[in-house]
C-alpha cells in the first residue's frame, strides 16, 4: 500500500477520508498547521488527539537538506518563492518514498522535482 502524505490543504477539504488511496500519513510541519488552527486549548486537544491516529513520517537533517537544495534548483528558474512547510513536505515525501496530497499548486510544481506523486481529493 502506498504511502500519502497529507498536506494542510487537503485535511481541511476533507481529503482526510481518502484511505483508499494508501497508507495516509503526516510529518511534523503539516500537525503542526493543522494545530495552528485550533480556537481554544479543548480544540487544540481534540485535534491533536485526531492527528495522533496518523503515521508519521520523520523529518531530520537529510530532509531540511534536500528541501534547500529543491529550494536552490528552482531559484535558478525564478521558481523559489515556494512556502517554506510545502518545500519541507514535498523533501519528506521524496525521504520516505510517499506521495501528496493536496490542493495546493505548489506541490504539483515540487513534485517535478521531488519526484513524488502529486494527487488531489
Do not use: N
Not at 64 to 75: M, N, S, V
Amino acid at each position: 500500500m502506498a504511502l500519502i502524505l497529507l498536506d494542510k490543504s487537503a485535511w481541511v477539504r476533507g481529503g482526510a477520508e481518502l484511505v483508499e488511496l494508501g497508507d495516509l500519513c503526516m510529518c511534523a510541519i503539516t500537525r503542526m498547521e493543522i494545530l495552528h488552527s485550533a480556537r481554544s486549548a479543548t480544540d487544540f486537544d481534540v485535534l491533536e488527539q485526531d492527528l495522533g491516529a496518523y503515521r508519521d513520517l520523520r523529518i531530520d537533517h537529510a530532509t531540511i537538506e534536500a528541501a534547500e537544495a529543491a529550494q536552490r534548483e528552482l531559484a535558478a528558474t525564478g521558481e523559489h518563492r515556494i512556502p517554506l512547510p510545502d518545500l519541507i513536505i514535498g523533501a519528506c515525501a521524496q525521504q520516505h518514498g510517499a506521495d501528496v496530497l493536496h490542493v495546493d499548486r505548489h506541490f504539483d510544481l515540487l513534485a517535478t522535482k521531488f519526484g513524488f506523486r502529486s494527487i488531489r481529493p
